[in-house]
T-cell receptor, first 114, second 115 residues
């Protein structure tokens, strides 16, 4: 059963450190989304890609967050420098390009910044 | 602008009773509507979608959803709830006329099925 793989599952880091989260989308999927989930804000869209090209990253704090797709099998989300308010669960999701295609989510990276 | 509202933060229902989780939407074009479920420490899982056609859509785990264009609603239903249905449920919409591939998610409704 194909699935989206996210690493690491958990990350605890100190404020100011760089954090890199990785996502392997399902083979053949050409859209990749990054979401952040917190109790207060719910699900927030950070960025998304189609055919590895960034289409929208307006949800990301530009000064510290960056998202890339070095190749079709890897998407990365980096935070530098990290802050306590970045503590959240970060989800990657992939999908086929059709407008009616559902998203397939990974199990997330739980980030704690102390 | 497209939006989704889930008016209930939590829904409690007794096991064996029917359940309804509410969702209303706002889009400029014809909506593409989705329901997802999230279990603890897991990502969201797709349950069902409405694109066009029959207003009653059937999905995974015995869930169904009714699309009502006049009320701009897409409520999730199940005839007989199970304790294992307890989870967080998200409604989402895509507007095919928006020119984007964005999914807009609701704030989620926590379903508790009581034994």
């Amino acid at each position: 059963d194909a699935r989206v793989t996210q690493t690491p599952r958990h990350k605890v880091t100190e404020m100011g450190q760089e954090v890199t989260m990785r996502c392997q989308p399902i083979l053949g999927h050409n859209t990749v989304f990054w979401y952040r989930q917190t109790m207060m804000q719910g699900l927030e869209l950070l960025a998304y890609f189609r055919n590895r090209a960034p289409l929208d990253d307006s949800g990301m704090p530009k000064d510290r967050f960056s998202a890339e797709m070095p190749d079709a099998t890897l998407a990365t989300l980096k935070i530098q420098p990290s802050e306590p308010r970045d503590s959240a669960v970060y989800f990657c999701a992939s999908g086929l390009g059709g407008i009616n295609s559902p998203l397939h989510f990974g199990n997330g990276t739980r980030l704690t910044v102390t | 602008a497209q939006s989704v509202a889930q008016p209930e933060d939590q829904v409690n229902v007794a096991e064996g009773n029917p359940l309804t989780v509410k969702c209303t939407y706002s889009v400029s074009g014809n909506p593409y509507l989705f329901w997802y479920v999230q279990y603890p420490n897991r990502g969201l899982q797709f349950l069902l979608k409405y694109i066009t056609g029959d207003n009653l859509v059937k999905g995974s785990y015995g869930f169904e959803a009714e699309f009502n264009k006049s009320q701009t609603s897409f409520h999730l239903k199940k005839p007989s709830a199970l304790v294992s249905d307890s989870a967080l449920y998200f409604c989402a919409v895509r507007d095919p006329t928006s020119g984007t591939y964005k999914y807009i998610f609701g704030t989620g409704t926590r379903l508790k099925v009581l034994a």
